[in-house]
């Protein structure tokens, strides 16, 4: 069983930043993908950004040139450096990782709030 402790949410004003950490521990398989997705009210989730074991990176759309995901393979965890923030990022942020052949796991989600 894996467990998803994601730490770094908060509120901050349009054009601030913030960086999200996920750290994974149980029974982890060492090739998987590591990422964030995210939901807001009333919307289906949606990617945010992930990352292969091996380096290879995915962002949705929305967050391109804004958003930075990193990875640190010897502690399982992964990072999201959020910069330029706007309203529309407003979500609750939840990490994911996914090993070919075995159910998603996912943490608790974080709230992030973009406002003034």
């Known amino acids: 069983q894996v467990q998803l402790v994601e730490s770094g949410g908060g509120l901050v004003q349009p054009g601030g930043s913030l960086r999200l950490s996920c750290a994974a521990s149980?029974?982890?398989?060492?090739?998987?993908?590591m990422g964030w997705y995210r939901q807001a009210p009333g919307k289906q989730r949606e990617l945010v950004a992930t990352m292969t074991y091996f380096g290879a990176i995915e962002y949705g759309d929305s967050v391109k040139g804004r958003f930075t995901i990193s990875r640190d393979n010897a502690k399982n965890t992964v990072y999201l450096q959020m910069n330029s923030l706007k309203p529309e990022d407003t979500a609750v942020y939840y990490c994911?990782?996914?090993?070919?052949?075995?159910?998603?796991?996912w943490g608790q989600g974080t709230q992030v709030t973009v406002s003034s």
């Open positions: 149980g029974i982890i398989f060492g090739i998987n993908t």
């Open positions: 994911n990782l996914r090993t070919i052949g075995r159910p998603d796991n």
